[in-house]
């Protein structure tokens, strides 16, 4: 106890003193002298100029002292930037040094640091400068920096970004997140233990992966020699590497991991060892797994590729150079050498001594790329040569490669498909690829190139389909052509291994039959998209499309393609009960947005409207227009009008002339149709359409629109019509002689029959000569007050007439017989029931309004067999 008492003063009086160093230190270090000596003191650990806002000391539990928004000065050989400046410096002093007075630095760290990586001109990093150096003979370049020995041990980063600029361009690519250490293991030797995540501007990355570093440096001026580094590079996002080089997304994903490892300055680089000084030695081992489309599911066979590198760069002359590189996949693999000079005009050179590539491997990289290839297509072939890429971007200068054969399966076709040898290369500035057979159907086995001429063509005459395949390609002059030629006992066939491979060229329809193609399409500079020229001919088919009843039977059918232009040898089809024949052309497409116009002449012999509803009715169902567009999408039928089109027709734009020898609906005949419109965007307009009938001519426009609701309007002209051929009820028109003229104007709406006399409206006027109507005396019934057998004869007459309520309205109609007047008015329904009313007049007016009569002639009922009466009444007639 009596110790104890003993010994509190003095503990007192150290507390006490303690306290009093620490306050007079923290109001020693806010004087200016002081912070400038403190500054002079970082300056010497980091050799070069530093700034800082204030520091603060800390004795215990040990000394430490703090600078705030500290900036480290850029040596002017690199530019006038900041060289690196943190939020926050924490600094270990050794208490060694301050007994003596003197400032040690122990370990650094660095809170949210940011540093700026420079390389000159001269191909010097700035960083190169700034670790301490090895030895004092070390030889320097630029304006001589802070000589003073540098006595930094142990820095530590958290939360730092790192940036890069050559010269004075600042690059977009950069490293956040850098946590880790710098220490120094001996005398100007650093190990490096760092950790950090690729970063670029613009380019929104969401899982780039971490990159660490590991290794040793040399502080010296020598470019950083000898140096051994380790990068590791894990979790990264393929999407995001493309992104974080390229700047852009190219709808690729998958998984990505490297690891590498670079040395400098090592016995094996000596300049005897055919190294040169600034040389590095590097390998490289990068792996991509899961890759496919953006918009594609992962699947368990998908691609995944590793890149084995090995070699040496010299960061100075930018040259690299890869003595070995493997390329392989899951059943391929490319080995080789590559070489490059990295400048403002890249060379690049890459050779492929070796490669052997399986037909499955790129099977599984087009399935991960292509929507709706069937998972039971399999390929069986192997490809092995060589190929020899230069300049930049690459070129190919040499290529040789050739295949023994092979064979494909698809569920769709009974038999194999046998594919035939491959023989190419790169031969005189072009890639030539000699044609390539590809059969089904036939004995099963390839057939060597030593069998008779007529041997192949009784083995081609055993197959069900072949084709053969040829490309050319010169990469000087940029142009090329691939060549088709072959033939089909069954398109459907085709049509059915399009669809396995995922691009199905039938929406909506099926064709059936034997055809035969040559076609060959041509590519070069001076052309804005490829040409194609050739033919498609079929001697025979059916062809089924959505909304139809029944199949169209094609014969002498042929599809040709001139310049990009298409044309369509219609020779005959036979279909909506008529014989068809023809042209369908459209020239090239000016650009893939806006496809060409299609241009149609069509010839018919007879059109039967009832012939029409067997095909795209019958009545009682939806219209034919409700069935096709859902089927096209590939939905159920649906009931209601308002049915969304399909993207097919609604891209059907077209425009042309249709002639029909005969036309018939109903009673209904029209002789020598012709018709001149266009489709476009589901809007038919028929601007000039002409036609015989009832010993008359008729001309008319059509205008029509089918979303979101069906809507015609219909404007017609008729000229010198036979009313005793007009298509009416046999006891009606025997009454009738004498022709007609006159205009109608036509407005419907909706789909189907009822519907579209439902809206039936419209207006119209009519003029008539000579017109004899045999039955009644219409005169002498009105004068003798009871109908009177005979007949009546007007020389002219003219009226006017609407339609609506599913009838014709008689505004009123007069008619001339020398001073006699005849007035006609009242409605005929489409049902052929009538109520008219006709009055006379002999007072020879000829004006506009009606005359008086005391009797009127009444007809009503059906037009066949009609109730006929005179009536007494005091009206007045109807305007004429």
Same mark, same amino acid.
């Given at each position: ?7 509190? /003063? ?83 002093? /050794? ?83 850098? @946590? ?54 894990? /979790? ?115 050779? *492929? ?101 007529? @041997? ?30 072959? =033939? ?35 590519? @070069? ?39 990009? @232009?298409? *044309? ?58 409700? /069935? ?15 049915? *969304? ?113 439902? =809206? ?121």
């Amino acid at each position: 106890m009596n110790r104890l008492r003993g010994w509190w /003063r003095p503990a007192l009086a150290v507390v006490v003193l303690v306290g009093v160093a620490q306050l007079g230190i923290s109001v020693l270090v806010r004087t200016r002298s002081v912070h400038g000596f403190l500054t002079r003191h970082l300056e010497r650990a980091f050799g070069r100029p530093v700034e800082v806002a204030h520091f603060s000391v800390l004795l215990l539990p040990s000394p430490q002292l703090d600078a705030d928004r500290i900036t480290i000065g850029e040596d002017p050989a690199f530019g006038n930037e900041y060289f690196l400046r943190a939020d926050h410096l924490t600094a270990g002093l /050794r208490w060694s040094g301050l007994l003596r007075l003197h400032f040690e630095f122990g370990t650094l760290s660095l809170s949210r640091p940011s540093l700026i990586l420079v390389r000159n001109s001269e191909g010097r990093w700035n960083l190169e400068r700034w670790l301490p150096p090895a030895n004092a003979s070390a030889r320097t370049y630029g304006p001589p920096l802070i000589t003073a020995a540098n006595r930094l041990n142990r820095l530590e980063i958290d939360d730092g970004r790192v940036n890069f600029k050559i010269v004075d361009e600042k690059l977009p690519f950069a490293f956040t997140g850098v @946590s880790g250490t710098v220490e120094q293991v001996s005398a100007g030797r650093w190990q490096l233990q760092l950790a950090a995540e690729p970063w670029r501007s613009g380019a929104a990355l969401q899982s780039a992966g971490i990159v660490s570093v590991r290794g040793d440096v040399a502080g010296t001026s020598a470019r950083l020699q000898p140096a051994e580094i380790q990068v590791h590079w894990e /979790r990264g996002s393929l999407a995001d590497l493309l992104r974080l080089f390229r700047g852009h997304d190219y709808g690729v994903r998958g998984t990505f991991a490297l690891d590498a490892t670079a040395k400098s300055g090592t016995p094996d680089l000596t300049p005897s060892a055919q190294g040169r000084p600034g040389d590095w030695s590097y390998s490289v081992q990068a792996r991509a797994a899961q890759i496919h489309r953006w918009d594609l599911n992962e699947r368990s066979d998908n691609p995944r590729v590793n890149v084995s590198l090995l070699g040496r760069l010299n960061v100075a002359s930018g040259e690299v150079g890869a003595t070995r590189m493997i390329v392989e996949t899951a059943k391929s693999n490319l080995r080789g050498t590559a070489r490059a000079v990295l400048s403002r005009d890249p060379v690049w050179e890459v050779r *492929v001594d070796s490669a052997g590539v399986q037909a499955a491997d790129a099977l599984a990289w087009f399935r991960a790329f292509q929507p709706g290839v069937d998972d039971a297509v399999s390929i069986q072939q192997y490809f092995t040569g060589g190929v020899t890429l230069s300049g930049w971007p690459l070129q190919v200068r040499d290529a040789a490669f050739s295949s023994e054969g092979g064979e494909a399966h698809l569920p769709q076709l009974a038999s194999t498909v046998r594919i035939g040898a491959v023989e190419g290369g790169h031969y005189r500035g072009a890639l030539t690829i000699d044609p390539v057979r590809i059969s089904y159907g036939g004995s099963g086995r390839a057939e060597p190139a030593s069998l008779p001429v007529g @041997s192949k063509r009784r083995a081609a005459a055993d197959s069900r389909g072949t084709l053969s395949v040829g490309l050319v390609h010169d990469f000087e002059k940029h142009a090329g052509n691939l060549s088709l030629d072959g =033939h089909v006992d069954r398109v459907e066939d085709a049509l059915q291994v399009a669809a396995a491979f995922g691009r199905p060229l039938n929406h909506g329809w099926e064709l059936t039959g034997a055809a035969g193609a040559s076609l060959r399409c041509d590519w @070069s500079r001076s052309l804005p998209h490829p040409r194609w020229n050739g033919r498609v001919e079929m001697p025979r088919g059916e062809l089924q499309a959505a909304g139809l009843n029944q199949p169209l039977q094609l014969s002498k059918t042929r599809l040709e393609w001139r310049d990009g @232009s298409r *044309v369509a040898d219609i020779g005959e089809i036979t279909g909506f009960g008529a014989t068809w024949s023809g042209t369908l052309s459209q020239p090239a497409a000016v650009d893939a947005d806006t496809p060409a116009k299609w241009h149609f002449q069509l010839r018919a012999d007879h059109l039967n409207a009832a012939a029409l509803d067997r095909w795209i009715g019958p009545r009682s169902r939806p219209g034919w227009l409700q /069935r096709l567009l859902p089927s096209l999408l590939g939905g159920a039928p649906s009931p209601s009008p308002a049915t *969304v089109a399909s993207e097919l027709v609604r891209r059907v734009n077209a425009e042309g002339e249709l002639r029909i020898e005969e036309f018939t609906m109903e009673k209904l005949t029209l002789q020598k149709v012709s018709v001149l419109g266009s489709l476009h965007e589901l809007r038919l307009n028929i601007h000039d359409a002409t036609a015989e009938w009832a010993g008359g001519n008729v001309r008319a426009k059509v205008n029509a629109e089918f979303l979101p609701r069906p809507i015609y309007e219909v404007a017609a002209e008729v000229d010198h019509l036979d009313l005793a051929k007009l298509p009416a009820l046999p006891r009606v028109t025997e009454r009738f002689a004498g022709t007609a003229s006159g205009a109608l104007h036509l407005t419907t709406q909706g789909v189907g029959r009822e519907e579209l006399l439902q =809206h039936l409206a419209g207006r119209g006027d009519i003029h008539v000569r000579n017109v004899e109507f045999r039955g009644w005396d219409v005169s002498a019934s009105v004068a003798n007050g009871e109908p009177r057998t005979g007949q009546s004869r007007w020389a002219a007459g003219e009226g006017a007439f609407t339609l609506r309520d599913r009838g014709i309205v008689l505004a009123g109609l007069r008619l001339e017989s020398g001073r006699e007047l005849t007035f006609v008015k009242g409605t005929v329904s489409f049902g052929r029931d009538a109520d008219l009313t006709i009055q006379t007049s002999t007072d020879g007016r000829r004006e506009s309004r009606a005359a008086e009569t005391s009797r009127v002639l009444k007809i009503s009922g059906p037009l066949d067999v009609p109730r006929v009466s005179v009536e007494r009444a005091l009206t007045r007639q109807p305007a004429d």
